[in-house]
């Protein structure tokens, strides 16, 4: 016996396409699923299969949800907002959803620019970021990029190109963490927060 | 927005069942196999259904297969054999299996004696074990639970009931680990270690 039952063995192949599992932490996962869990995992397998199925992107926004637009771009409240916030991912949506601090429109790049990786202006959207732009629905762009070398690039590409509608483009402020120890931080931090500094 | 959209929170809350998966990375697995591999994700899906479906345990041996008997209780070359290895899981037959030192049958308990979580002998199959001692067809039978106090308790409990049928019990060595360092092995390793030494 050099591999489990036929079955056993494929569930453990296909676990390997999550991030971080190898071949022993997918073999782990199958079998506690098999002996604790079966119940949990044909829920799992279900949602697995709806979600790939039907979550596309929203069509204003292009974050993930399987209606047309999404609840933020359908929210009256926010949908005439003047504001718009570009975010790279989903996930970074989120975060600052979860800070409750921001009430305007997102706009998801789903990705940053990385000609390397073949990720270019189009892979964006930024097409449709355009087209939203030449409506002058938009007054104010927020660039919540990433302050990696991608992110940095992307927002300056959309700067660039935000400059010909006339909107106010802010980026967000970079610098020492809330609760973050001085003595910690790295250099480039340090002197973002030194040139970002701010009267009181 | 405090969660996304309905169908991909429901992916984020049931990838929760998977061991180790905090809020955190559920929704950083769920986001990544939307953004970069659906194909593989409703591969999981199928796999994971058809798994918690259709496997089942060997009738003979308890071990994880889809069929009444596994591939080793099914071949000839080793169902004949008179030597009956007990383990504790399938991944630690599996983990036997890989050396390819033992050509005998295997016995998987899918657990260890542990009163106070309800695992008993019942719950372990050992009136199955038995029917099988009792056949006669068992000449030799190893334990090889885990070197801990439940598989201490479990290789014990199941020598006891062995003495009945006349079969030799062994317990697999315990010792210093090959390769490994002794300054950093436990006491109680090393106490093993030199109460089971053997003459070269």
């Known amino acids: 016996m050099n591999k489990f039952s036929p079955l056993l063995q494929q569930l453990i192949d296909a676990l390997r396409i999550l991030p971080g599992v190898g071949p022993k932490s997918a073999q782990r996962i199958a079998l506690q699923l098999l002996e604790r869990n ?13 979600a790939m199925e039907k979550v596309g992107h929203c069509q204003q926004c292009r974050t993930f949800c399987e209606t047309d637009l999404c609840a933020i771009c359908s929210d009256p409240r926010r949908s005439d907002s003047q504001s718009l916030c570009i975010v790279a991912s989903s996930s970074d949506q989120f975060a600052i959803e979860q800070t ?30 355009q087209k939203q732009l030449g409506t002058g629905s938009v007054q104010e762009v927020i660039l919540a990029t990433n ?5 940095d690039a992307t927002a ?3 700067a660039e190109q935000c400059k010909k509608y006339q909107v106010n483009v802010s980026r967000i402020a970079h610098g020492v ?24």
Chains 1, 2 share one sequence.
Not at 38 to 50: C, D, N, P
Not at 177 to 200: C, N
């Open 147 to 151: 302050p990696t070398v991608e992110g």
């Open 177 to 200: 963490p809330v609760g973050g120890d001085l003595e910690y931080v790295d250099g480039t931090t340090l002197s973002h927060a030194f040139s970002g500094r701010k009267p009181i």
């Open 38 to 50: 079966r119940t949990g995992a044909m829920q799992l397998a279900k949602a697995l299969a709806v």
């Open 156 to 158: 300056y590409y959309i």
């Open 100 to 129: 409750g601090q921001f009430k305007g429109r997102y706009f998801v790049l789903q990705g940053q620019l990385s000609p390397l990786d073949g990720i270019g202006p189009a892979e964006l959207g930024l097409d449709l970021l």
